[in-house]
């Protein structure tokens, strides 16, 4: 498996405000992902980022509104833009096998709430 | 896209008690299928995943089931006990590059009651 970090663990942010997510693992992988879960809710994937390249956002989701940076093979990360109440919610990273297996391995989360 | 439907939403059980937990999914073309427990407050944990080219896999009380024909998959959970109380979460990908990427169904709130 791998040790996944994320920072901050949790924030209270105002409306209009943006804020970013950082997600850092202890070895080298080629995939890593972004979910949001949703109070309740199941995961949903928000976009798939790929060192060296743009990132793949889902139907639903743009970069404009969540843009995400892969610098390196083991760190990213994702900003919440310009937030409204409807942004709160938990939001995950996950990260590949570092053997290069489809198996995931997702971080703490971070949770978010927007006044 | 893929679609991944999870049932039932609620299961209560005695302590004991086995408890299965079926999700269905709709590409033929997904060949992993992993397993997820989520305690209430903490990340998701990949407990048990079945690849498409193997029908049962088992680790202690837990087994999963896949059945390709009819792109249906369970997880088992025998001898339940109080620490088994969680959200279980299946999921699907097609493996392989960006299909590395899951679908999720909608979780399951499992109770097991001493």
């Known amino acids: 498996s791998a040790v996944i970090s994320q920072k901050p663990s949790r924030d209270i942010c105002q409306r209009g405000t943006s804020l970013t997510i950082q997600c850092q693992v202890d070895?080298?992988?080629?995939?890593m992902f972004w979910y949001r879960q949703q109070p309740g809710q199941s995961l949903t994937l928000i976009a798939t980022a790929n060192q060296g390249s743009e990132a793949t956002y889902e139907s639903g989701f743009v970069i404009d509104k969540f843009p995400i940076s892969r610098p390196n093979l083991t760190f990213s990360t994702l900003t919440v833009s310009n937030m409204s109440p409807e942004d709160s919610s938990i939001y995950l990273c996950?990260?590949?096998?570092?053997?290069?297996?489809?198996?995931?391995?997702f971080g703490p989360g971070t949770r978010l709430l927007v006044l | 896209g893929e679609n991944v439907e999870q049932h039932p939403s609620t299961l209560s059980v005695q302590e004991g008690d086995s408890a299965v937990i079926k999700c269905t999914y709709s590409?033929?073309?997904?060949?992993?299928f992993p397993w997820y427990k989520q305690e209430l407050g903490k990340r998701p944990q990949l407990i048990i995943d079945i690849r498409s080219n193997v029908g049962e896999k088992k680790d202690q009380r837990i087994a999963v089931t896949l059945n390709k024909t009819a792109k249906h998959f369970s997880l088992h959970i025998t001898e339940t006990q109080p620490e088994d109380s969680a959200v279980y979460f299946c999921?699907?990908?097609?493996?392989?590059?960006?299909?590395?990427?899951?679908?999720f169904g909608k979780g399951t709130l499992l109770t097991v009651n001493p």
């Open positions: 070895s080298q992988v080629t995939m």
């Open positions: 999921a699907a990908s097609k493996g392989g590059g960006s299909n590395y990427k899951l679908t």
């Open positions: 996950s990260v590949e096998h570092p053997g290069g297996k489809e198996t995931q391995y």
């Open positions: 590409d033929s073309a997904s060949n992993y």
